[in-house]
């Protein structure tokens, strides 16, 4: 198993205030995906990051991917009560239609207070 | 991207009884995956699931527990056998497409 290190654990901020969570590994990953999760639900994919060095944008939301495929970031500019959620990064080791599984970081878990 | 259908939601069950989960997806996929999610904890895979083939189980996890069936592409079962109080978890299936990875809404289950 491929390990997914990820911090911080847990975060809580205002609104308005912008922050940063880690995904870390020792392996190489083909891909890297980003979800995030509500109470009651599952999992719900915010984006695929592919190539080394790749940065996308969804809205306040920055992820980008390291150069050697071993780490990720997650960037949220002026975080909304509504970014409340556990984030929760993942690692394939082959192509999302080649049937691996994905290993799962610990998760962070975000709260945004008004 | 695949929408799946899982049920039930939620259920709380008696010691040493058994429950299957159902997962149903709008498409055929070739594999499916079964995750267990405890209490404040990440994902953690139970099993691959193969249509025609039996399932592929992590580390920790055997057959006896946790029996899949996989009797076509678009569906699979999961069962959690003589439950325990450990057995207190949220179980999700997972597939995979070209458009990436989508999560049924999950089973949470409580064994008392």
């Known amino acids: 198993t491929q390990l997914l290190e990820q911090s911080p654990q847990f975060l809580s901020i205002q609104e308005g205030e912008n922050l940063t969570v880690y995904c870390n590994s020792s392996?190489?990953?083909?891909?890297l995906q980003w979800y995030r999760q509500e109470p009651g639900e599952g999992p719900v994919l915010l984006v695929t990051v592919v190539t080394g060095g790749e940065v996308k944008k969804l809205k306040r939301l920055t992820f980008q991917f390291g150069d050697a495929r071993k780490d990720s970031s997650l960037h949220i500019t002026a975080a909304q009560p509504g970014d409340t959620g556990l984030y929760l990064c993942a690692g394939a080791s082959g192509g999302s239609n080649s049937g691996y599984a994905l290993n799962f970081g610990k998760g962070t878990s975000l709260l945004v207070t008004p | 991207s695949a929408v799946i259908s899982q049920k039930p939601s939620r259920d709380i069950c008696q010691r040493g009884t058994s429950l299957t989960i159902q997962c149903q997806v709008d498409s055929q996929v070739t594999m499916m995956f079964w995750y267990r999610q405890q209490p404040g904890q990440s994902l953690t895979l139970i099993a691959t699931?193969?249509?025609?083939?039996?399932?592929?189980?992590e580390s920790g996890f055997v057959i006896d527990k946790f029996p899949i069936s996989r009797p076509n592409l678009t569906f699979s079962t999961l069962t959690v056998s003589n439950m325990s109080p450990e057995d207190s978890s949220i179980y999700l299936c997972s597939v995979s497409s070209n458009y990436g990875y989508t999560f049924g809404s999950g089973t949470r289950l409580t064994v008392v």
């Open positions: 699931a193969n249509q025609g083939s039996e399932a592929t189980y």
């Open positions: 392996s190489v990953f083909s891909s």
